[in-house]
């Protein structure tokens, strides 16, 4: 009997494959079936598949031309077997307990699906540097929550993987991925669906899963996807308009993530697509107005004045957008030359500047903090050990030290003065890598 089916699926990811699927197999749980679907790649992805295929019988191979991840998640899920179904990326890998905790909780509490926390990750050599990510706010987690009744999960993070299903559940309301070739985000669409028909969801604040961050072929990577958001809520809107129940909420939910991340895809495209983007944001709220879908105040009050502007001054909000875009790349190019970041201060300058860091995803790099005096042994910024500056300086040569204090005080004056006097060339001052809004009213 197999209790759980994996399913991945591959496409030329060669160097990241072999790690996925011994991750699989080696679960504590071995009553599981890991279905592969070969989506028409052309590296050495496929030979990994029929090598580790050879060796274990619960490995099964889909080979066929390329059609889209869709498509391909689509044959994983209608050849499952088993209770549960579990989705691994093929860049990704999990730790060993997934399969077995997963499985248990959704028996114990006859879940239609459990979402966990995840690490993000990206390798340094031969290290994985890793960090935890919460899937959801404190108040959600541990007890079963009915998504029909409690549209809350909605404000979880929203991804697939990390998730396990009942297989049943899936079938039921036939949830499946759209399968339009070369389409992205094609998750979008599986995720909205899940949570319009859950009605017993857990959350469990551990984690398993760990999801890959340096895959330069990433979809998340791309600047040229500017319809794909747009094109897969459409298709959840057509799912929408077959639902049985309130469907007006859910047009609504709608409405937010399919406006929402076409504007954070404002900073992501390439900028000559940035005026063709603003435009699709004006014909996809012109689309939910029609359906009178567009107000979401009460769903973020904020992001309602961010729309207008969009909406209302597209022209300034491109100006902007430009030229964050260009000192954004001069920023991550930057930090880029070091390994090692000293920040000089350890106040609100510094705490916003571990945000940037963090938004910026290089918490790879040795982040050190100092100050001039320390006042309490053992006191730390966002739990990292606050060190004399002194003890730091066998990093000058190296490290990139970020001046934390407000520029011009005394304080600011003092602290560039110590790192003249001790012959530290590489000096920036922390505002300079934090970004000005691009929504200066809020």
Request: hydrophobic residues 35%; glycine residues 4%.
């Amino acid at each position: 009997m197999r209790k759980v089916s994996i399913i991945v699926p591959v496409y030329n990811v060669e160097c990241y494959l072999e790690q996925c699927l011994e991750s699989a197999l080696a679960q504590t749980m071995r009553e599981i079936e890991i279905i592969c679907i070969n989506d028409g790649s052309t590296d050495g992805s496929l030979p990994i598949l029929k090598r580790i295929a050879h060796r274990d019988s619960r490995v099964r191979i889909v080979d066929k031309p390329n059609s889209g991840y869709g498509k391909a998640m689509n044959i994983g899920i209608d050849l499952a077997r088993g209770k549960y179904l579990f989705f691994l990326e093929s860049d990704d890998f999990i730790l060993p307990e997934l399969c077995e905790t997963l499985y248990e909780l959704c028996e114990k509490h006859a879940l239609d699906m459990i979402k966990t926390d995840y690490y993000e990750f990206k390798t340094l050599g031969d290290r994985v540097c890793a960090r935890y990510k919460k899937a959801s706010g404190a108040d959600t987690y541990h007890h079963v929550i009915d998504c029909q009744k409690n549209r809350v999960v909605f404000r979880s993070a929203m991804y697939t993987w990390s998730c396990m299903y009942n297989r049943e559940f899936i079938n039921k309301y036939q949830i499946r991925h759209q399968e339009t070739p070369g389409a992205s985000y094609q998750d979008n669409g599986f995720w909205f669906q899940t949570l319009m028909y859950c009605r017993r969801i857990y959350l469990l604040d551990q984690a398993f899963y760990l999801y890959r961050q340096d895959n330069p072929n990433s979809s998340i990577h791309s600047k040229e996807k500017v319809y794909a958001f747009s094109e897969e809520y459409a298709f959840i809107r057509k799912k929408i308009e077959n639902y049985p129940g309130d469907r007006d909420i859910l047009l609504r939910i709608c409405a937010y993530f399919n406006l929402t991340h076409n504007m954070t895809s404002l900073t992501r495209v390439d900028k000559k697509y940035t005026e063709e983007l603003l435009q699709l944001i004006l014909h996809d709220f012109l689309v939910y107005r029609k359906k009178e879908a567009w107000n979401i105040r009460e769903l973020d009050a904020e992001f309602m004045k961010k729309l207008m502007l969009c909406l209302t001054e597209p022209e300034k909000l491109k100006a902007r957008i430009w030229k964050y875009i260009d000192w954004n790349s001069n920023r991550l190019s930057l930090l880029a030359q070091y390994d090692t970041y000293i920040l000089y201060g350890a106040g609100v300058f510094a705490e916003k500047l571990l945000f940037e860091l963090e938004e910026c995803k290089i918490w790879n790099k040795k982040i050190l903090c100092g100050v001039t005096a320390v006042k309490n042994k053992g006191e730390t910024l966002n739990g990292m050990e606050i060190q004399p500056i002194q003890d730091l300086m066998q990093y000058k040569d190296t490290a990139l030290v970020i001046i934390c204090a407000k520029k011009d005080t005394e304080n600011y004056k003092q602290m560039s003065s110590n790192l003249r006097r001790w012959g530290v060339k590489n000096v920036i001052y922390s505002q300079e890598l934090i970004a000005n809004d691009l929504w200066p009213f809020l």
